[in-house]
């Protein structure tokens, strides 16, 4: 028990290494679509490849572990297990399974933002040496309404943490609207800690080129800049000395994450001078008296009580800001912008 608990103690004892070093298959996931019209099925493919270019290619090569689970995390906040809609996209009974991925969807019941995630476990010997690999594979899927960039260019909900656990990259843009030639940046984590000095590369599916690498900063941000219209994949691999005696010597935090650029030539008419209208729990409710200041909304302290939290207090104020005040009471609240006669929609999830 002792000899267990000291090598618990060292192993919090970490070492990061540049992901360009670790040499191993890459598992990622992407979105059939970045933007689904609300209450329409969203499908994701689970890939797993990029063995040429020193592993940071967009070459399937192989398979992501059927022990494997996927999950949604949707604009609620609420992690939701989809492995169950998983399937096998070859031929049943092919016995050289090495291209052939899974798909797996979800329904984008309400407006907003939702997370994919492909998460793996598993221990791996090569040369005598056993290596534990976490794998956290990242797509994403914006909801609305009207299905366009316009409309769900202000959503912000992407770059939310969902895994404590493993290393996770996040975008600090949002990926539904990223357009050819946009200047972007991620942030790399490590059991929700940034992570500094680690390589990220960014992977151009179409063509097989030198990918763009960028090492972190302080503050775990890495900066690119997307190309032509295509899917674009980033990923990093810390790796530390954790280990587990007689099982494995360190572990590979493997994470990526995917996105499409568009062209987004179209252009269209803003609906910004209408009304809004507010969705909560995924239900359009129309407040007593509905006031926009300065170009915000603003609601009475009963339509807070009614539909927010119902133990809210005024404190002799007579109208609120719904945005400001449902996300400092807990809520998620997220913006589609008003564009082609679709009115600007403020939506809320509430905590249950």
Not at 22 to 41: N, R, Y
């Amino acid at each position: 028990m002792l000899k267990k608990s000291i090598i618990s103690v060292l192993s919090m004892i970490m070492i990061w290494t540049s992901a360009v070093n670790v040499f191993a298959h890459d598992g990622w996931t992407q979105t059939s679509a970045p933007i689904v019209e609300t209450g329409e099925v969203s499908f994701v493919e689970i890939l797993m490849g990029n063995h040429s270019n020193e592993h940071r290619s967009y070459r399937i090569d192989g398979q992501f572990s059927t022990n494997s689970s996927i999950y949604v995390s949707t604009p609620a906040g609420e992690k939701v297990d989809i492995t169950s809609t998983r399937f096998y996209t070859g031929e049943p009974e092919a016995t050289n399974k090495v291209n052939n991925g899974f798909i797996a969807s979800f329904v984008a019941e309400s407006a907003g933002t939702y997370i994919v995630t492909a998460e793996s476990d598993g221990v791996r010997a090569s040369n005598g040496v056993s290596s534990r690999t976490l794998r956290n594979a990242k797509s994403f899927v914006a909801a609305a309404d009207l299905p366009i960039i316009a409309r769900v260019r202000s959503l912000s909900g992407f770059s939310k943490l969902v895994n404590s656990d493993r290393a996770e990259l996040i975008p600090m843009f949002n990926p539904a609207s990223v357009v050819s030639g946009q200047n972007v940046s991620v942030r790399l984590f490590l059991k929700g800690k940034p992570l500094a000095d680690i390589a990220v590369s960014m992977v151009r599916r179409s063509i097989n080129t030198e990918p763009q690498t960028v090492k972190t900063d302080a503050q775990g941000v890495a900066s690119f800049k997307i190309g032509p219209s295509d899917y674009y994949l980033f990923r990093a691999k810390p790796t530390t000395t954790e280990a587990e005696e007689g099982k494995y010597t360190g572990i590979n935090y493997e994470t990526t994450m995917t996105v499409r650029a568009v062209n987004a030539k179209n252009n269209f008419v803003s609906s910004a001078n209408l009304t809004p209208q507010i969705i909560v729990n995924g239900v359009q409710v129309t407040p007593n008296r509905l006031t926009i200041q300065k170009g915000i909304a603003m609601v009475d302290s009963g339509f807070i009580k009614k539909h927010i939290f119902k133990n809210h207090k005024n404190n002799g104020i007579s109208s609120f800001a719904i945005r400001q005040t449902a996300e400092n009471l807990g809520a998620n609240v997220e913006f589609l912008q008003g564009i082609n006669g679709y009115a600007p929609t403020i939506v809320i999830h509430t905590k249950k």
